[in-house]
Nanobody
Framework: QVQLVESGGGLVQPGGSLKLSCEVSGSVFRIDACGWYRQAPGKQRELVASISSGGRENYVDSVKGRFTISRDNSKYAVYLQMNSLKPEDTAVYYC?????????????????WGQGTQVTVSS
C-alpha cells in the first residue's frame, strides 16, 4: 500500500507564509511527477504547482513568484512553500504523485492522492 500524508496547513494572515509537506510511505519503487492541487468551496480542484522527476517546475499563473514546489527524493517528500498569501489562496490543498511500485512481479504506476490539508488566509 502507498500513502500520501500532507501537513503544514493552518490559518495565516494575508501576506504570511506556510510550508506544506507531503510524505509518501509504503511499497514505493519510484516517485515520478508530483503536484499540489487545491479546491476552494464551490470551485473545481485546480493544479497549483507540479514538479517532474527531473525537477522541472510548473505553476498556475496566480501563484507564480509566490509559491515554490520542491522535492526530496531521499525522503520521499514533496513540499510547497507559500509566501505572500492572499485570501483567494484559501482552499484545501492536496498532494498528488505518480508512484511506481512493485506489485505481483511487475512495476505498476498509479496516481495517488493525499487526504488534503486546509489553508485559510484571513485577517
Amino acid at each position: 500500500q502507498v500513502q500520501l500524508v500532507e501537513s503544514g496547513g493552518g490559518l495565516v494572515q494575508p501576506g504570511g507564509s506556510l510550508k506544506l509537506s507531503c510524505e509518501v510511505s509504503g511499497s514505493v519503487f519510484r516517485i515520478d511527477a508530483c503536484g499540489w492541487y487545491r479546491q476552494a468551496p464551490g470551485k473545481q480542484r485546480e493544479l497549483v504547482a507540479s514538479i517532474s522527476s527531473g525537477g522541472r517546475e510548473n505553476y498556475v499563473d496566480s501563484v507564480k513568484g509566490r509559491f515554490t514546489i520542491s522535492r526530496d527524493n531521499s525522503k520521499y517528500a514533496v513540499y510547497l512553500q507559500m509566501n505572500s498569501l492572499k485570501p483567494e489562496d484559501t482552499a484545501v490543498y492536496y498532494c498528488n504523485a505518480d508512484i511506481t511500485r512493485l506489485g505481483g512481479g511487475y512495476y505498476v504506476t498509479d496516481a495517488y492522492w493525499g487526504q488534503g490539508t486546509q489553508v485559510t488566509v484571513s485577517s
